[in-house]
């Protein structure tokens, strides 16, 4: 069937979609991946600022950073990196000499966690499970599709292998029917038979005559139908053929037929299923209050150069972690129409 595969449009259109679905599919996996991503910032403030009881009349600032991004089905957001802060001031409004530098360094780890959306099985994991069963639906009738149309091209490769056999055994049959004819022609001059005999004879040869002469036609038929399967410009190329009576022997050894899988239409139909109880998991989870928890730790390594500051005891380098955590609690208002939404999933419960 391989020939079909590489040869018939319709398959070739339907393997085409097949393959498109699935690349949607795993792009939906996407939203799991790690993602790197990097910056850098440039900032020229002019408009005066107070560092350490000093007025600065400038300052400029270079930041960089590299980071580490992971989505997980959990809702769990994790992120880390290094980056990098570089600032200079100069020109004091009272004291013109001074300049300060400071070079930060500080790799970073970040957490995010939604604990009442997306902890667990939540929200997320049930929206991408809910754009994911709908697009496996259509895979799965495509498959079908595609199984059907492969099953009918077997089945007219196996309809004239059937009538190749049919074929050869009229031929058969008629050159057995024509050595008797013979005979009995020779018989008949011999005044062995009468002429009746002769002519049941001749009868049967040409009734078997006519049975080739008709399977031949069957055999011209399918050869065609089978030739518009493949998109054949030659609808009278002759193909090689397996024998039929060899597969039946290959089935003969079987002594029962085993179920492998589910049939791609019914698996569709179960995506289905799947489709509108994630939706209703998307949407109580997704439409409700949420508390999110956020946390960071971060290694600061500081490097500070000052020049023009009378001391500079208390202006040093550092090298110093620093945390960071939080709770955030956010609630939609829109009350009257998660009512309306949650009414209509229930209502679909009882069809």
């Known amino acids: 069937m391989q020939t ?18 699935k690349g949607k599919i795993a792009e939906l996996e996407r939203a799991y991946s790690y993602y790197f991503a990097a910056g850098i910032d440039y900032l020229n403030d002019q408009t005066g600022q107070e560092l350490y009881l000093i007025n600065i009349d400038k300052f400029k600032n270079t930041s960089y950073s590299l980071a580490l991004n992971k989505q997980f089905k959990t809702g769990t957001k994790l992120s880390f990196g290094a980056a990098r802060s570089i600032w200079e001031f100069d ?4 004291l013109q000499n001074i300049k300060y530098n400071e070079n930060r360094l500080y790799p970073f780890l970040s957490l995010e966690q939604s ?15 809910k754009t994911r069963a709908p697009a496996k639906s259509a895979l799965y009738l495509l498959e079908y599709k595609k199984q059907g149309l492969l099953f009918n091209a077997k089945m007219v ?9 049919i074929i050869d055994f009229k031929k058969a049959s008629l050159n057995r029917m024509k050595n008797i004819l013979e005979w009995n022609e020779q018989r008949y001059k011999k005044n062995l038979i009468d002429e009746l005999e002769l002519l049941e004879s001749q009868a049967s040869v040409k009734m078997k005559e006519l049975n080739l002469r008709m399977a031949n036609e069957d055999m011209d038929k399918t050869k065609r139908e089978f030739s518009l399967i493949l998109n054949a410009s030659d609808k009278n190329v002759e193909y090689e053929l397996e024998k039929i009576e060899d597969q039946i022997k290959i089935f003969s050894l079987k002594p029962r037929l085993e179920k492998k899988t589910s049939r791609f239409d019914v698996l569709a139909a179960m995506e289905n299923v799947k489709s509108v109880s994630y939706d209703q998991i998307s949407f109580s989870k997704g439409s409700g209050a949420d508390i999110v928890f956020s946390g960071a730790l971060s290694f600061s390594k500081i490097n500070r150069d000052i020049e023009g500051f009378v001391s500079n005891s208390d202006i040093s380098n550092k090298d110093a972690p620093t945390y960071r955590i939080g709770l955030k609690y956010i609630l939609p208002l829109d009350f009257n129409l998660r009512k309306k939404v949650h009414d209509g999933y229930e209502a679909a419960k009882s069809y």
Request: charged share 20%; no cysteine.
């Open 115 to 129: 604990l009442l959306k997306n902890l667990g099985h939540g929200a997320m994991e049930a929206g991408i499970a």
């Open 4 to 21: 079909v595969l590489e040869n018939n449009d319709e398959i070739k259109s339907v393997q085409a979609n097949i393959n498109e679905i």
């Open 91 to 94: 020109g004091s409004r009272e």
């Open 157 to 165: 490769y196996w309809k004239m292998s059937y009538f190749q056999t």
